[in-house]
């Protein structure tokens, strides 16, 4: 083989490896360059993970502070409400005089002006006569003080000593399981004066009245209810309704009244 031919192989062997380095050379760059894009793609994922994991935990948390401060103002709202709720019961009065004709009688505007007092008196009324008509009688007034007067005339009715006591009762505790909120003055039936006019006082006798008036009285005491014994301020010497007090032996005169309105005072103020 000449040099010449050889040189020339030579050449040829060389450019052919040279060839195949630099394939090798821009296979392994463009591998590499791959994974270096790779691994930015990574890198740019996760930052862009992070910022919007970062914009969401600021969106929560805004939420979440939103939230709060809502919850904060709603309770502070509820504080204040219970507040006005409690000034307002505090503050509300309504007295309510409940009974028969002596009630009804009782001019609560004159002995009470510029208060706030209702008449629930009707002529006639016996216990049950309330006890069938609390709706209209007492809890529509939603009173906030009570004084209840009744029981003479179920002695006219020949009703005995017992049932007498036990109706009071059963209205006391349809006030209270009814009117939780309203005060209960549960006052003495007053005595009679027959000398005067026996016609009106009819059955009515001191004697029952007097054992109506223990026994309500030993119950209010135990049911922690203001008892008001009216019954001494208005008898006499002899056990019977003062006449400077009455005007037929049963209902009270204008003097009577004021005696009442004077004892009764003490409990509204």
Excluded: C, W
């Excluded at 821009?26 to 791959?34: Q, T």
């Excluded at 309770?75 to 309504?94: A, V």
């Excluded at 007295?95 to 209702?118: A, C, Q, R």
């Amino acid at each position: 083989m000449s040099n010449k031919t050889s040189k020339k192989s030579k050449k040829k062997k060389y450019s052919t490896r040279l060839e195949k380095n630099k394939n090798i050379y821009y296979k392994s760059n463009s591998l590499s360059s791959k994974k270096d894009n790779k691994k930015q793609a990574v890198v740019l994922l996760l930052v862009i993970s992070i910022i919007i994991n970062s914009i969401l935990l600021l969106v929560i948390n805004s939420k979440n502070n939103s939230i709060n401060k809502l919850n904060d103002n709603l309770e502070k709202e509820k504080i204040n409400y219970n507040k006005e709720i409690k000034t307002i019961k505090d503050n509300y009065i309504n007295y309510l005089f409940l009974g028969d004709s002596i009630t009804e009688f009782y001019d609560l505007d004159k002995h009470f002006p510029n208060m706030p007092v209702v008449n629930s008196g009707i002529s006639g009324n016996t216990t049950e006569d309330i006890l069938n008509d609390m709706k209209n009688r007492v809890y529509d007034y939603n009173p906030s003080k009570i004084f209840l007067l009744i029981g003479t005339n179920d002695l006219r009715d020949e009703k005995s000593v017992d049932e007498v006591v036990d109706n009071i009762k059963k209205i006391i505790e349809e006030i209270k399981a009814n009117r939780k909120e309203a005060e209960i003055y549960l006052e003495s039936i007053y005595p009679v004066n027959e000398k005067i006019n026996k016609k009106v006082v009819e059955l009515r006798n001191n004697p029952d009245i007097n054992e109506i008036n223990d026994k309500v009285k030993k119950y209010a005491e135990e049911q922690n209810i203001t008892y008001i014994d009216l019954h001494k301020k208005l008898v006499n010497d002899e056990g019977l309704l003062d006449k400077k007090y009455t005007r037929d032996g049963l209902h009270l005169n204008e003097e009577g009244y004021k005696v009442v309105t004077e004892e009764l005072m003490k409990y509204l103020k």
